[in-house]
């Protein structure tokens, strides 16, 4: 059997995938259940020759990084060390060209299940919680690779973690989210835009189902938010697909 199908066979489930010069990489990812047994598995997969290779391993096991591409690299961010351990403030940055791994500025708040997406040349880390969803963030950091530091933009007006998250009509857009109870009601509903002209919040539509764990992309003039939970955990998953538009 090729070796690079078979570890994509053993591949866990990460927080989120990211996309780079037309392949996906995946990083760390819980092997247990109830967030447990976090690895240090990096994967790069080819959609040209339908395989996996696998990648120097990250600096350390974790569950629930937030990964996206920046300026021709990868960015892992966050995190979580063991179930209920601490949470990570760790920012690894792999290079596909070198194939090494750097350290860059740490969050200026561990945590994990992080809203992450890059903007104009900066990565903006949304939310997340610092160990479960009773305690879920407003924080809005933003890193800046060129000074490689942080900085603190305006909070989203909804604590919430482990959040839908694109870029559509000059806002950052942050649907749904997990919520701190079992049963209906604990995901949000909330759909919160980041003006990026402004540099402050509004309140958009809600999801008509409430929702967290669920994708996200632009596409011309919607955005789309397939998948997710309607429940805290993976208890109410759903194949819906949600889309919004603004006149």
Known sequence: MDSTRSAAARQPSPRRPALLNG????????????????????????????????????SASRGSPSAVALDGKLHV???RSAQNGPTLATHDVFDPTSGKWSTAAPLPTARDHIGA????????AIGGRTLSTNTNQSLHDV????????????????????????????????????GDVTGPGSAFRDNEGYDLK??????????PLSKHALGAGTVGSAAY??????????????????????P
């Open 23 to 58: 392949k996906v990489y995946a990083f760390g990812g819980f092997t247990g259940p109830a967030h447990s047994a976090p690895v240090d598995y990096a994967y790069e997969y080819d959609p040209k020759t339908d395989a996996w290779r696998t990648l120097p391993a990250l």
């Open 117 to 124: 997406i890059v903007v104009n040349g900066k990565l903006h």
């Open 198 to 207: 402004t540099g402050q919040w509004v309140k958009l539509a809600p999801l």
């Open 225 to 246: 938010f397939p998948g997710g939970s309607s429940t805290r955990g993976g208890q109410g998953v759903t194949a819906e697909m949600m889309v919004f538009t603004l």
């Open 143 to 178: 890193y800046d690779p060129v000074t490689n530091t942080w900085s603190a933009a305006a909070p989203m007006p909804t604590p919430r973690s482990s959040v839908g998250i694109t870029e559509y009509a000059g806002m950052i857009v942050v649907v749904g989210g997990e």
């Open 77 to 79: 961010v966050g995190g």
